[in-house]
């Protein structure tokens, strides 16, 4: 797909591109948090989208186990009554 994507007008391979092989630059919502709370509900709403979705950890810029305790934190908060 490659060669003849570019002479089409495609997309073609885009990996190449230095631009795309900088680091992305990640927020920060869990500087200086070790303890994730699911009673905190003005913590949590910054990983909930106003439809009540959990925002992906490539959004978020969470490590993959802090967004495991995220998505626990926030499942529990919405047995509880927490979150809607």
Excluded: C, W
Excluded at 11 to 35: C, I, Q, Y
């Amino acid at each position: 797909m490659g060669r003849m994507a570019k002479e089409r007008g495609g997309r073609g391979n885009r990996r190449n591109n230095r631009e795309d092989m900088a680091p992305r630059k990640r927020s920060r919502f869990l500087e200086g948090v070790t303890n994730i709370d699911s009673r905190d509900y003005d913590f949590l709403r910054k990983f909930v989208t106003e439809h009540g979705k959990i925002i992906p950890a490539r959004l978020t810029g969470a490590t993959a186990k802090q967004q495991r305790q995220i998505k626990r934190a926030i499942r529990s908060a919405r047995t509880i009554g927490v979150l809607a």
